[in-house]
Protein backbone atom coordinates (compact mmCIF):
# COMPACT_ATOMS: atom_id res chain seq x y z
CA UNK A 1 0.00 0.00 0.00
CA UNK A 2 2.67 2.62 0.99
CA UNK A 3 4.82 1.32 -2.42
CA UNK A 4 1.39 1.93 -4.45
CA UNK A 5 0.80 5.39 -2.53
CA UNK A 6 4.29 7.08 -3.43
CA UNK A 7 3.61 6.04 -6.79
CA UNK A 8 -0.29 5.57 -7.31
CA UNK A 9 0.50 6.20 -11.48
CA UNK A 10 2.14 2.87 -11.32
CA UNK A 11 -0.81 1.11 -10.90
CA UNK A 12 -2.54 2.51 -13.90
CA UNK A 13 0.54 2.42 -15.91
CA UNK A 14 -0.54 -1.32 -17.95
CA UNK A 15 -3.86 0.28 -18.73
CA UNK A 16 -1.81 3.53 -20.15
CA UNK A 17 0.26 1.38 -22.26
CA UNK A 18 -2.31 -0.71 -23.55
CA UNK A 19 -4.44 2.55 -24.45
CA UNK A 20 -0.99 3.68 -26.61
CA UNK A 21 -0.71 0.56 -28.50
CA UNK A 22 -4.54 0.66 -29.53
CA UNK A 23 -4.34 4.02 -30.35
CA UNK A 24 -1.48 3.72 -32.88
CA UNK A 25 -2.82 0.42 -33.75
CA UNK A 26 -6.21 2.54 -34.79
CA UNK A 27 -4.15 5.17 -36.45
CA UNK A 28 -2.31 2.48 -38.50
CA UNK A 29 -4.59 -0.12 -39.14
CA UNK A 30 -6.71 1.09 -41.45
CA UNK A 31 -4.22 2.46 -43.80
CA UNK A 32 -2.32 -0.82 -43.95
CA UNK A 33 -5.99 -2.57 -44.34
CA UNK A 34 -6.20 -0.53 -47.27
CA UNK A 35 -2.89 -1.37 -48.94
CA UNK A 36 -3.49 -4.72 -48.58
CA UNK A 37 -7.23 -4.88 -49.83
CA UNK A 38 -5.43 -2.66 -52.70
CA UNK A 39 -3.00 -5.62 -53.79
CA UNK A 40 -5.48 -8.53 -53.11
CA UNK A 41 -7.75 -6.39 -55.80
CA UNK A 42 -4.94 -5.87 -58.15
CA UNK A 43 -3.76 -10.03 -58.06
CA UNK A 44 -7.25 -11.18 -58.12
CA UNK A 45 -7.93 -8.85 -61.20
CA UNK A 46 -4.83 -9.65 -63.24
CA UNK A 47 -5.51 -13.85 -62.08
CA UNK A 48 -8.55 -13.30 -63.42
CA UNK A 49 -7.44 -11.63 -66.83
CA UNK A 50 -5.13 -14.10 -67.38
CA UNK A 51 -7.13 -16.86 -67.00
CA UNK A 52 -9.62 -15.16 -69.85
CA UNK A 53 -8.04 -17.41 -71.84
CA UNK A 54 -8.46 -21.44 -72.22
CA UNK A 55 -5.98 -23.63 -72.75
CA UNK A 56 -7.29 -26.02 -75.26
CA UNK A 57 -6.39 -29.65 -76.10
CA UNK A 58 -3.56 -28.84 -78.90
CA UNK A 59 -0.17 -28.73 -77.09
CA UNK A 60 1.89 -25.37 -79.38
CA UNK A 61 4.59 -25.96 -80.34
CA UNK A 62 7.68 -23.56 -80.05
CA UNK A 63 11.28 -24.13 -81.52
CA UNK A 64 13.98 -22.21 -79.12
CA UNK A 65 17.48 -21.30 -79.67
CA UNK A 66 20.38 -21.04 -78.55
CA UNK A 67 22.77 -22.91 -76.05
CA UNK A 68 23.05 -23.11 -72.84
CA UNK A 69 24.84 -23.20 -69.28
CA UNK A 70 24.74 -23.70 -65.58
CA UNK A 71 23.92 -21.23 -63.09
CA UNK A 72 25.70 -20.65 -59.82
CA UNK A 73 23.76 -18.68 -57.67
CA UNK A 74 25.55 -16.61 -54.84
CA UNK A 75 24.77 -13.81 -52.74
CA UNK A 76 27.01 -11.15 -54.58
CA UNK A 77 28.09 -9.10 -51.59
CA UNK A 78 28.71 -12.44 -49.67
CA UNK A 79 30.92 -13.86 -52.41
CA UNK A 80 33.07 -10.59 -53.15
CA UNK A 81 33.43 -9.90 -49.63
CA UNK A 82 34.42 -13.61 -49.11
CA UNK A 83 37.34 -13.97 -51.69
CA UNK A 84 38.59 -10.62 -50.61
CA UNK A 85 37.18 -8.00 -53.86
CA UNK A 86 37.19 -5.01 -51.42
CA UNK A 87 34.68 -1.93 -52.51
CA UNK A 88 36.56 0.52 -55.05
CA UNK A 89 35.84 4.06 -55.02
CA UNK A 90 36.10 3.84 -58.50
CA UNK A 91 32.94 2.36 -60.36
CA UNK A 92 34.12 2.14 -63.79
CA UNK A 93 32.32 0.43 -67.14
CA UNK A 94 34.51 -1.91 -68.66
CA UNK A 95 33.45 -4.02 -72.13
CA UNK A 96 34.98 -7.04 -70.97
CA UNK A 97 36.78 -8.10 -67.35
CA UNK A 98 40.91 -9.32 -67.18
CA UNK A 99 40.88 -8.76 -63.54
CA UNK A 100 39.76 -9.18 -59.85
CA UNK A 101 39.91 -4.99 -60.02
CA UNK A 102 37.99 -4.35 -62.95
CA UNK A 103 35.26 -7.16 -61.25
CA UNK A 104 35.14 -4.57 -58.32
CA UNK A 105 34.66 -1.40 -60.28
CA UNK A 106 32.02 -3.02 -62.95
CA UNK A 107 30.05 -4.29 -60.43
CA UNK A 108 30.24 -1.42 -58.20
CA UNK A 109 29.10 0.68 -61.73
CA UNK A 110 25.97 -1.38 -62.11
CA UNK A 111 25.42 -2.95 -58.28
CA UNK A 112 24.83 1.08 -56.81
CA UNK A 113 21.50 1.57 -59.26
CA UNK A 114 21.26 -2.04 -59.57
CA UNK A 115 21.05 -2.64 -63.05
CA UNK A 116 21.57 -5.39 -64.73
CA UNK A 117 24.60 -6.59 -66.53
CA UNK A 118 26.53 -9.15 -67.85
CA UNK A 119 30.17 -9.42 -68.76
CA UNK A 120 32.57 -12.22 -70.64
CA UNK A 121 35.71 -12.78 -69.03
CA UNK A 122 38.58 -13.21 -70.95
CA UNK A 123 40.58 -14.27 -68.15
CA UNK A 124 40.13 -17.91 -67.88
CA UNK A 125 42.28 -18.95 -65.19
CA UNK A 126 40.43 -16.14 -63.10
CA UNK A 127 37.30 -17.46 -64.02
CA UNK A 128 37.85 -20.90 -62.87
CA UNK A 129 39.05 -19.58 -59.37
CA UNK A 130 36.44 -17.44 -58.71
CA UNK A 131 33.84 -20.67 -59.66
CA UNK A 132 35.89 -23.32 -57.31
CA UNK A 133 35.51 -20.23 -54.41
CA UNK A 134 31.70 -19.66 -55.08
CA UNK A 135 31.45 -23.49 -54.72
CA UNK A 136 32.50 -23.48 -51.51
CA UNK A 137 30.12 -20.51 -50.62
CA UNK A 138 27.37 -21.32 -47.92
CA UNK A 139 24.07 -21.05 -49.53
CA UNK A 140 25.34 -21.35 -53.30
CA UNK A 141 22.38 -22.54 -56.09
CA UNK A 142 22.71 -24.50 -58.65
CA UNK A 143 20.29 -23.94 -61.81
CA UNK A 144 19.64 -24.77 -65.29
CA UNK A 145 20.67 -21.01 -67.20
CA UNK A 146 20.83 -19.76 -70.20
CA UNK A 147 18.25 -17.83 -72.41
CA UNK A 148 17.49 -20.78 -74.82
CA UNK A 149 16.39 -23.12 -71.62
CA UNK A 150 14.85 -21.30 -69.12
CA UNK A 151 12.38 -19.78 -71.81
CA UNK A 152 12.12 -23.32 -72.95
CA UNK A 153 11.19 -24.42 -69.25
CA UNK A 154 8.79 -22.16 -68.55
CA UNK A 155 6.85 -22.68 -72.11
CA UNK A 156 7.44 -26.31 -71.00
CA UNK A 157 5.36 -25.38 -67.81
CA UNK A 158 2.96 -23.23 -69.30
CA UNK A 159 1.35 -26.03 -71.68
CA UNK A 160 4.04 -26.08 -74.76
CA UNK A 161 6.14 -28.32 -76.82
CA UNK A 162 9.47 -26.98 -77.32
CA UNK A 163 12.29 -27.97 -79.29
CA UNK A 164 15.39 -26.79 -77.61
CA UNK A 165 18.87 -26.00 -79.55
CA UNK A 166 21.75 -26.25 -77.35
CA UNK A 167 24.69 -28.50 -76.79
CA UNK A 168 24.11 -29.61 -73.19
CA UNK A 169 25.58 -32.45 -71.14
CA UNK A 170 23.61 -35.85 -70.57
CA UNK A 171 23.27 -34.38 -67.00
CA UNK A 172 21.46 -30.91 -68.01
CA UNK A 173 19.59 -32.44 -70.18
CA UNK A 174 18.01 -35.44 -67.27
CA UNK A 175 17.15 -32.54 -65.37
CA UNK A 176 14.48 -30.30 -68.56
CA UNK A 177 10.87 -31.07 -68.96
CA UNK A 178 9.23 -33.99 -70.94
CA UNK A 179 8.00 -31.90 -72.62
CA UNK A 180 11.47 -29.92 -74.27
CA UNK A 181 13.23 -32.27 -77.06
CA UNK A 182 16.71 -31.34 -76.92
CA UNK A 183 18.70 -30.58 -80.82
CA UNK A 184 22.51 -30.09 -80.26
CA UNK A 185 25.56 -32.35 -79.10
CA UNK A 186 26.62 -33.59 -76.18
CA UNK A 187 29.60 -32.10 -74.56
CA UNK A 188 30.76 -33.61 -71.33
CA UNK A 189 31.14 -30.38 -68.87
CA UNK A 190 28.58 -27.33 -69.48
CA UNK A 191 29.51 -23.99 -69.79
CA UNK A 192 29.40 -22.25 -66.12
CA UNK A 193 27.48 -18.84 -65.47
CA UNK A 194 28.39 -17.34 -61.89
CA UNK A 195 25.52 -14.89 -60.87
CA UNK A 196 25.57 -12.51 -57.93
CA UNK A 197 22.44 -11.61 -57.01
CA UNK A 198 21.73 -8.88 -54.75
CA UNK A 199 19.03 -7.83 -52.82
CA UNK A 200 17.52 -3.98 -52.51
CA UNK A 201 18.98 -2.09 -49.75
CA UNK A 202 22.33 -4.17 -49.74
CA UNK A 203 25.50 -2.81 -48.93
CA UNK A 204 28.55 -3.36 -50.73
CA UNK A 205 31.40 -0.52 -48.91
CA UNK A 206 30.27 2.93 -49.35
CA UNK A 207 27.32 1.36 -52.00
CA UNK A 208 23.79 0.38 -51.72
CA UNK A 209 21.46 -1.18 -54.25
CA UNK A 210 18.35 0.95 -55.13
CA UNK A 211 16.88 -2.49 -56.09
CA UNK A 212 17.53 -6.37 -56.38
CA UNK A 213 19.34 -7.19 -59.47
CA UNK A 214 22.05 -9.36 -60.66
CA UNK A 215 25.69 -9.05 -61.92
CA UNK A 216 27.01 -12.39 -64.45
CA UNK A 217 30.16 -13.12 -65.51
CA UNK A 218 30.76 -15.78 -67.93
CA UNK A 219 33.78 -17.23 -70.03
CA UNK A 220 31.88 -19.32 -72.56
CA UNK A 221 33.50 -21.86 -75.31
CA UNK A 222 30.51 -23.38 -76.35
CA UNK A 223 27.86 -20.87 -76.82
CA UNK A 224 28.77 -17.85 -78.89
CA UNK A 225 29.35 -21.06 -81.86
CA UNK A 226 25.78 -21.40 -82.23
CA UNK A 227 27.55 -25.10 -82.66
CA UNK A 228 23.80 -26.67 -82.06
CA UNK A 229 22.38 -24.67 -85.38
CA UNK A 230 22.81 -27.59 -87.88
CA UNK A 231 20.91 -30.27 -85.63
CA UNK A 232 18.46 -27.85 -84.86
CA UNK A 233 17.69 -27.00 -88.39
CA UNK A 234 17.33 -30.69 -89.55
CA UNK A 235 15.02 -31.15 -86.31
CA UNK A 236 13.02 -28.03 -86.98
CA UNK A 237 11.19 -29.39 -90.29
CA UNK A 238 9.90 -31.94 -88.77
CA UNK A 239 8.74 -30.48 -85.68
CA UNK A 240 7.06 -27.75 -87.84
CA UNK A 241 6.41 -25.17 -84.76
CA UNK A 242 4.22 -22.59 -84.18
CA UNK A 243 6.66 -20.12 -83.13
CA UNK A 244 10.28 -19.58 -82.93
CA UNK A 245 12.67 -18.08 -80.72
CA UNK A 246 16.12 -16.65 -80.84
CA UNK A 247 18.01 -15.79 -77.84
CA UNK A 248 21.70 -16.22 -76.03
CA UNK A 249 23.29 -14.19 -78.53
CA UNK A 250 25.04 -12.05 -75.95
CA UNK A 251 27.41 -15.10 -75.46
CA UNK A 252 28.92 -13.31 -78.92
CA UNK A 253 29.37 -10.27 -77.27
CA UNK A 254 32.90 -9.53 -77.02
CA UNK A 255 34.06 -12.92 -77.51
CA UNK A 256 37.29 -13.00 -78.93
CA UNK A 257 36.46 -14.85 -82.70
CA UNK A 258 38.60 -14.92 -85.37
CA UNK A 259 38.34 -12.48 -88.15
CA UNK A 260 35.12 -12.72 -90.08
CA UNK A 261 34.36 -16.54 -87.59
CA UNK A 262 31.27 -13.98 -86.21
CA UNK A 263 29.63 -12.78 -89.03
CA UNK A 264 29.91 -16.06 -90.73
CA UNK A 265 27.71 -17.43 -87.64
CA UNK A 266 24.74 -14.63 -88.05
CA UNK A 267 24.88 -15.07 -91.65
CA UNK A 268 24.31 -19.30 -90.83
CA UNK A 269 21.37 -17.71 -88.73
CA UNK A 270 19.54 -15.41 -90.82
CA UNK A 271 19.54 -18.31 -93.40
CA UNK A 272 17.46 -20.36 -90.94
CA UNK A 273 15.16 -17.71 -90.21
CA UNK A 274 14.87 -16.70 -93.75
CA UNK A 275 13.45 -19.66 -94.73
CA UNK A 276 11.20 -20.59 -92.27
CA UNK A 277 7.66 -20.33 -93.09
CA UNK A 278 6.75 -17.00 -93.56
CA UNK A 279 3.49 -18.15 -91.02
CA UNK A 280 5.54 -19.34 -88.18
CA UNK A 281 6.29 -16.25 -85.89
CA UNK A 282 9.91 -15.03 -85.33
CA UNK A 283 10.24 -13.81 -81.89
CA UNK A 284 13.93 -12.33 -80.97
CA UNK A 285 14.74 -12.27 -76.76
CA UNK A 286 17.68 -8.82 -76.35
CA UNK A 287 20.25 -8.87 -73.69
CA UNK A 288 22.53 -7.10 -72.44
CA UNK A 289 25.24 -6.23 -75.27
CA UNK A 290 28.05 -3.35 -74.93
CA UNK A 291 29.56 -3.82 -77.86
CA UNK A 292 28.40 -1.81 -80.47
CA UNK A 293 29.71 -3.86 -83.59
CA UNK A 294 27.54 -7.07 -82.18
CA UNK A 295 24.45 -4.80 -82.33
CA UNK A 296 25.10 -3.71 -85.80
CA UNK A 297 25.30 -7.36 -87.00
CA UNK A 298 21.90 -8.05 -85.09
CA UNK A 299 20.54 -5.24 -86.60
CA UNK A 300 21.53 -6.67 -89.81
CA UNK A 301 21.40 -10.15 -89.57
CA UNK A 302 18.86 -11.09 -87.20
CA UNK A 303 16.17 -8.37 -86.10
CA UNK A 304 15.03 -7.94 -89.38
CA UNK A 305 13.41 -11.14 -89.84
CA UNK A 306 11.82 -11.20 -86.08
CA UNK A 307 8.20 -9.88 -86.32
CA UNK A 308 8.22 -9.66 -82.41
CA UNK A 309 11.16 -8.49 -79.73
CA UNK A 310 11.33 -8.88 -76.40
CA UNK A 311 13.72 -6.61 -73.85
CA UNK A 312 13.84 -5.29 -70.69
CA UNK A 313 14.13 -1.51 -69.23
CA UNK A 314 18.37 -1.37 -69.81
CA UNK A 315 17.99 -2.91 -73.15
CA UNK A 316 15.25 -0.78 -74.55
CA UNK A 317 17.13 2.48 -74.54
CA UNK A 318 20.39 1.23 -75.93
CA UNK A 319 18.37 -0.36 -78.69
CA UNK A 320 16.90 2.85 -80.14
CA UNK A 321 20.34 4.24 -79.41
CA UNK A 322 22.25 2.77 -81.86
CA UNK A 323 18.29 3.01 -84.33
CA UNK A 324 18.99 6.62 -84.06
CA UNK A 325 22.74 6.33 -84.66
CA UNK A 326 24.06 7.50 -81.71
CA UNK A 327 26.50 5.00 -79.40
CA UNK A 328 24.98 2.21 -76.97
CA UNK A 329 23.59 3.59 -74.05
CA UNK A 330 25.68 1.10 -71.35
CA UNK A 331 23.19 2.33 -68.79
CA UNK A 332 19.89 3.36 -68.36
CA UNK A 333 17.69 4.44 -65.49
CA UNK A 334 16.61 0.74 -64.19
CA UNK A 335 13.20 2.50 -62.97
CA UNK A 336 11.55 4.40 -65.67
CA UNK A 337 8.41 6.08 -65.86
CA UNK A 338 5.75 4.73 -67.97
CA UNK A 339 5.59 7.33 -70.74
CA UNK A 340 9.17 7.53 -70.70
CA UNK A 341 9.31 3.40 -71.90
CA UNK A 342 6.27 3.66 -74.02
CA UNK A 343 7.99 6.43 -76.17
CA UNK A 344 11.00 4.51 -76.65
CA UNK A 345 8.91 1.66 -77.68
CA UNK A 346 7.27 3.64 -80.01
CA UNK A 347 10.12 5.10 -81.87
CA UNK A 348 11.63 1.03 -81.96
CA UNK A 349 8.34 0.23 -83.40
CA UNK A 350 8.09 2.97 -85.85
CA UNK A 351 12.12 2.84 -86.95
CA UNK A 352 12.46 -1.27 -87.68
CA UNK A 353 9.10 -0.89 -89.77
CA UNK A 354 10.57 2.38 -91.44
CA UNK A 355 13.12 0.28 -92.61
CA UNK A 356 10.90 -2.97 -93.86
CA UNK A 357 8.87 -0.67 -95.61
CA UNK A 358 11.89 1.27 -97.18
CA UNK A 359 13.92 -2.18 -98.08
CA UNK A 360 10.57 -3.57 -99.71
CA UNK A 361 10.35 -0.02 -101.78
CA UNK A 362 14.18 -0.99 -102.87
CA UNK A 363 12.46 -3.21 -105.45
CA UNK A 364 15.27 -6.00 -104.30
CA UNK A 365 13.29 -9.13 -102.74
CA UNK A 366 11.70 -8.34 -99.36
CA UNK A 367 14.33 -8.79 -96.63
CA UNK A 368 12.70 -9.99 -93.25
CA UNK A 369 9.12 -8.99 -91.67
CA UNK A 370 7.90 -6.15 -90.27
CA UNK A 371 8.01 -5.80 -86.42
CA UNK A 372 4.18 -6.70 -85.12
CA UNK A 373 4.61 -6.54 -81.23
CA UNK A 374 6.93 -5.46 -79.04
CA UNK A 375 7.04 -6.22 -75.35
CA UNK A 376 9.58 -4.61 -72.77
CA UNK A 377 9.48 -5.79 -69.32
CA UNK A 378 10.01 -3.40 -66.29
CA UNK A 379 10.31 -3.54 -62.63
CA UNK A 380 7.46 -1.85 -61.92
CA UNK A 381 5.19 -2.67 -65.10
CA UNK A 382 5.05 -4.59 -68.44
CA UNK A 383 4.60 -2.76 -71.67
CA UNK A 384 3.53 -4.03 -74.92
CA UNK A 385 2.62 -3.12 -78.34
CA UNK A 386 0.99 -5.76 -80.89
CA UNK A 387 -0.35 -4.24 -84.78
CA UNK A 388 -3.71 -4.92 -85.64
CA UNK A 389 -5.00 -7.87 -87.44
CA UNK A 390 -1.62 -9.47 -86.70
CA UNK A 391 -1.02 -13.22 -85.73
CA UNK A 392 -1.04 -12.29 -82.00
CA UNK A 393 -3.63 -12.63 -80.14
CA UNK A 394 -5.19 -12.37 -76.58
CA UNK A 395 -2.67 -9.02 -75.85
CA UNK A 396 -4.40 -8.39 -72.43
CA UNK A 397 -4.15 -11.77 -70.80
CA UNK A 398 -0.96 -12.04 -72.61
CA UNK A 399 0.59 -9.22 -70.37
CA UNK A 400 -1.32 -10.09 -67.29
CA UNK A 401 0.18 -13.03 -68.00
CA UNK A 402 3.83 -11.78 -68.10
CA UNK A 403 3.07 -9.76 -65.02
CA UNK A 404 2.40 -12.53 -62.33
CA UNK A 405 4.87 -14.29 -63.96
CA UNK A 406 7.49 -11.98 -62.64
CA UNK A 407 6.20 -12.16 -59.38
CA UNK A 408 6.32 -15.80 -59.37
CA UNK A 409 9.51 -16.27 -60.79
CA UNK A 410 11.54 -13.54 -58.37
CA UNK A 411 9.37 -14.67 -55.22
CA UNK A 412 9.71 -18.42 -56.01
CA UNK A 413 6.49 -19.32 -55.66
CA UNK A 414 3.81 -20.37 -58.39
CA UNK A 415 1.14 -18.69 -55.49
CA UNK A 416 1.39 -15.57 -55.33
CA UNK A 417 1.31 -13.81 -51.30
CA UNK A 418 0.13 -10.30 -51.75
CA UNK A 419 2.10 -10.08 -47.89
CA UNK A 420 5.17 -10.73 -50.12
CA UNK A 421 4.35 -7.76 -52.57
CA UNK A 422 4.08 -4.25 -53.32
CA UNK A 423 3.05 -2.01 -56.09
CA UNK A 424 5.86 0.65 -57.18
CA UNK A 425 3.60 1.67 -60.44
CA UNK A 426 2.51 5.17 -59.96
CA UNK A 427 -1.13 5.49 -58.98
CA UNK A 428 -1.64 6.83 -62.98
CA UNK A 429 0.40 7.21 -65.66
CA UNK A 430 1.23 9.72 -68.28
CA UNK A 431 0.72 7.64 -72.23
CA UNK A 432 3.64 10.24 -73.67
CA UNK A 433 5.69 12.86 -72.68
CA UNK A 434 3.96 14.67 -75.44
CA UNK A 435 2.49 17.93 -74.20
CA UNK A 436 -1.48 17.30 -73.31
CA UNK A 437 -1.19 13.59 -73.41
CA UNK A 438 -3.58 11.37 -71.54
CA UNK A 439 -3.29 10.13 -67.72
CA UNK A 440 -4.61 6.83 -67.06
CA UNK A 441 -5.17 5.74 -63.83
CA UNK A 442 -4.59 2.23 -62.14
CA UNK A 443 -7.59 1.21 -61.36
CA UNK A 444 -7.45 -1.71 -59.17
CA UNK A 445 -10.76 -4.01 -60.17
CA UNK A 446 -9.25 -3.43 -64.44
CA UNK A 447 -5.22 -3.22 -63.79
CA UNK A 448 -4.40 -3.56 -67.84
CA UNK A 449 -4.82 -0.52 -69.23
CA UNK A 450 -5.20 -1.31 -73.33
CA UNK A 451 -5.70 1.55 -75.72
CA UNK A 452 -5.16 2.33 -79.47
CA UNK A 453 -2.96 4.02 -81.36
CA UNK A 454 -2.10 4.40 -85.32
CA UNK A 455 -1.62 0.70 -86.42
CA UNK A 456 -1.41 -0.84 -83.25
CA UNK A 457 -2.38 -1.85 -79.41
CA UNK A 458 -0.59 -1.02 -76.33
CA UNK A 459 -1.41 -2.50 -73.27
CA UNK A 460 0.36 -1.87 -69.76
CA UNK A 461 0.16 -3.88 -66.59
CA UNK A 462 1.94 -3.47 -63.38
CA UNK A 463 3.83 -5.79 -61.55
CA UNK A 464 2.98 -6.85 -57.96
CA UNK A 465 7.06 -6.77 -57.17
CA UNK A 466 7.72 -9.84 -54.71
CA UNK A 467 9.59 -7.97 -51.64
CA UNK A 468 11.11 -11.38 -50.41
CA UNK A 469 13.58 -12.13 -53.40
CA UNK A 470 14.25 -15.79 -54.07
CA UNK A 471 15.99 -15.17 -57.49
CA UNK A 472 15.99 -12.44 -59.96
CA UNK A 473 18.58 -14.09 -62.71
CA UNK A 474 16.01 -15.69 -65.57
CA UNK A 475 13.60 -13.63 -64.79
CA UNK A 476 13.13 -11.69 -67.81
CA UNK A 477 13.23 -15.22 -70.05
CA UNK A 478 10.38 -16.44 -67.63
CA UNK A 479 8.27 -13.22 -67.96
CA UNK A 480 8.40 -13.27 -72.05
CA UNK A 481 7.93 -16.87 -72.49
CA UNK A 482 4.85 -17.00 -70.18
CA UNK A 483 4.12 -13.26 -72.39
CA UNK A 484 4.02 -15.36 -75.68
CA UNK A 485 2.31 -18.44 -74.66
CA UNK A 486 -1.05 -16.79 -74.23
CA UNK A 487 -0.30 -15.43 -77.85
CA UNK A 488 0.53 -18.01 -80.42
Known amino acids: MEGAG ?44 ERKVGRNNARPRVAIGFGGCVDLIVDGVSFLNKIGISHTDQPLHHDYLESSEQLAQSFAYFFAPGAAAERFMLNETL ?89 IIHSDDHNPYLDSMEDFSKKLKGFRPDLL ?5 QMMDNFPFQSGEREAVLSRLENL ?95 GKPLTRLHVHTLAFQAMIVTHSSQWKNTMSAIAKASLTANRHVCGSNDIDPSKARLIMDDSFSVSHREGSQRIPLQETRPVSCWDEDDYQICVAPVLVCTEVYQTAGGGDNISAAGLVLQI
Open 6 to 49: RFPWMKYGSAVSLFVVLLAFWFRAPQNAVLDDRLDTVLSSLLRA
Open 127 to 215: FSELVEEARDLPGNRWSVGGNAPVMAGRMATEGCDVLLGGSFSTDFTDVLSQHITVAGKVIEEPDIHLILEYSSGASWGRYTSRRANRY
Open 273 to 367: LSSSSPQIGIHFEMASFVDESIVEDLLHYVIPHADSLGMNEQELPNLLSLLKGSNITVLSDPNPRVATVLDQMREVYRILNQRHKDGESDGAKSK
Open 245 to 249: VVGGL
